[in-house]
């Protein structure tokens, strides 16, 4: 039989459903739908689930948008936020570049 869901799990799968939805929604080129999610996802889950995949979405949908200012300062908010994550370092020294061309910034 199935387990009942615990509150972590439902949250687990919760913060999972609004990334997945924000991710469809950026590569179907809706970006305000995007944001739309990705600030709900903010609001729900300030710290810890998923938060990584979050600040990357930000930084992608910017550097998408040719927005390098915007980009630089949420790569700068995931590098505060997580100081020891490799990706966070690559992404806030050079953001786009990072996220359109991995393999040049070492990812």
Same mark, same amino acid.
């Given at each position: 039989?199935?387990?009942? !869901?615990? &509150?972590?799990?439902?949250?687990?799968?919760?913060?999972?459903?609004?990334?997945? @939805?924000?991710?469809?929604?950026?590569?179907?080129?809706d970006r305000s739908g995007?944001?739309?999610?990705?600030a709900a996802h903010a609001r729900e889950f300030p710290?810890?689930?998923?938060? &990584? @995949? /979050?600040?990357?979405? !930000?930084? @992608?949908?910017?550097?998408? @948008?040719? +927005? +390098?200012?915007? *980009?630089?300062?949420?790569?700068?908010?995931?590098?505060?936020?997580?100081? /020891?994550?490799?990706?966070? !370092? /690559?992404?806030?020294?050079? &953001?786009?570049? *990072?996220?359109?061309?991995?393999?040049?910034?070492?990812?």
């Amino acid at each position: 039989p199935l387990l009942p !869901q615990t &509150p972590r799990a439902d949250a687990l799968a919760r913060a999972a459903a609004l990334m997945r @939805e924000a991710t469809a929604s950026a590569r179907a080129g809706d970006r305000s739908g995007a944001r739309r999610l990705l600030a709900a996802h903010a609001r729900e889950f300030p710290g810890g689930t998923l938060v &990584p @995949e /979050r600040f990357t979405l !930000q930084i @992608e949908l910017a550097c998408d @948008e040719r +927005d +390098d200012a915007t *980009a630089a300062v949420h790569a700068a908010a995931f590098a505060q936020a997580f100081p /020891r994550d490799a990706v966070a !370092q /690559r992404l806030r020294a050079r &953001p786009c570049d *990072a996220v359109t061309n991995p393999a040049a910034a070492g990812q």
